[in-house]
């Protein structure tokens, strides 16, 4: 049994039993370390600081292999998922084996600069 927490924007007409408005970086900072793994739905998307933020916070990711630049910055920190049963799976999975996911996201240790540093050779490298 999983409980989900919604932090962020919403449609109006959603209703969310634990929901929270979007938060600053300072609030983040203090709320996210209370969960256990971040999960995200995000596709297509070029600069997933929210994902980065996560992991920054010990927490495992599970993610859509459609994420854009996410399963990039994820592979080795959570578990990724096609379709709505292989989310269900990978939750299960990382919520199963959590010692070894939580020991892997750990590892994370990224800054500011060393992903701007990343984003740079890649600009480089397309050159």
């Known amino acids: 049994m999983f409980e ?4 962020g924007q ?6 969310l039993k634990n929901y929270h408005p979007p938060l600053n970086a ?3 900072t203090e709320v996210l370390p209370k969960f256990d793994i971040y999960l995200t739905a995000s596709e297509e998307e070029a600069g997933a600081n929210h994902v980065l933020e996560a992991m920054a916070a010990g927490l495992p990711v599970v993610y859509s292999n459609l994420g ?20 269900v799976d990978s939750l ?5 084996e959590y010692s070894h996911y939580k020991e892997q996201v750990l590892k994370y240790n990224d800054t500011n600069d060393a992903t701007i540093e990343k984003y740079c050779k890649i600009i480089e490298d397309v050159k």
């Open 68 to 87: 854009g630049s996410i399963p990039e910055y994820c592979r080795d920190h959570g578990k990724e998922y096609s379709d709505f049963s292989q989310l």
């Open 10 to 15: 919403k449609p109006d007409n959603c209703s």
């Open 4 to 7: 989900f927490y919604y932090i």
């Open 26 to 28: 300072e609030q983040l």
């Open 92 to 96: 299960s999975e990382v919520a199963r």
